[in-house]
């Protein structure tokens, strides 16, 4: 059964800096990796998508890498912002496809001014 | 274009009633899929329907059902409430093609008393 686990849970920096988010999974066997954001109460905002065949994927300050076979995806966010505070949430879906997301808990991440 | 809408957004509800949520994808989407989310679980998958089929389905007791309209708009129904299926209740749309990203709505937030 997958499991995807993101460390730190929490994570508190102060302005500017440049950040990473870590998320594992067990299953190396998956078709793509989601990153999303959730600010407190609301739903999922999708970050970035890569595929299984991809090594990275970048959107402005955020880039996202995959390491298929040894489970790994790092999220950098780069010159962290306040507006940047929120919970990251990483995601596989496995196989062909045609599977649900299996999500990590998630990393609550406050940047402070 | 518009995201995947949920409705409604809030909701309080009596141990032992049902209640019926709704998500409309976003137009030309025709995969929705349900989860759940709380704290101590973090996001659970619910069902999946496509095309009007539910294609893949969670760990959920039977009290928990969905359904698909032919314009894809979704209903999920949950009967015999109990307090712990107060929780986030969000939806995901997603297009043709297993490599698409998952959009999320921004959820209906379910209290049961």
């Known amino acids: 059964k997958q499991e995807v686990t993101q460390i730190p849970a929490a994570l508190s920096v102060p302005e500017g800096e440049n950040l990473v988010l870590n998320c594992s999974f067990t299953d190396s066997a998956i078709y793509n990796l989601q990153w999303f954001r959730q600010d407190p109460g609301k739903g999922l905002t999708s970050l970035l998508l890569i595929q299984s065949s991809q090594r990275e994927q970048t959107s402005g300050r955020l880039n996202a890498s995959l390491d298929k076979s040894s489970g790994r995806s790092t999220l950098y966010i780069a010159a962290s912002q306040p507006g940047d505070s929120a919970t990251y949430l990483c995601?596989?879906?496995?196989?062909?496809?045609?599977?649900?997301?299996?999500f990590g808990k998630g990393t609550r991440l406050s940047v402070i001014a | 274009k518009a995201g995947v809408t949920q409705t409604p957004r809030y909701l309080i509800k009596t141990r032992g009633q049902q209640v019926t949520l709704s998500c409309s994808p976003i137009?030309?989407?025709?995969?929705v899929s349900w989860y759940q989310q709380t704290p101590g679980q973090g996001l659970q998958f619910l069902f999946e329907y496509f095309s009007e089929t539910q294609r893949n389905k969670g760990n959920f007791p039977g009290r928990f059902s969905g359904r698909q309209f032919s314009n894809s708009r979704s209903e999920m129904n949950v009967s015999t409430l109990e307090l712990g299926d107060s929780a986030l209740y969000l939806c995901a749309s997603r297009g043709i093609g297993s490599s698409t990203e998952a959009f999320f709505g921004q959820g209906t937030r379910l209290t049961v008393v």
């Open positions: 995601a596989v879906r496995e196989y062909s496809g045609n599977t649900p997301l299996v």
């Open positions: 137009s030309g989407h025709r995969s």
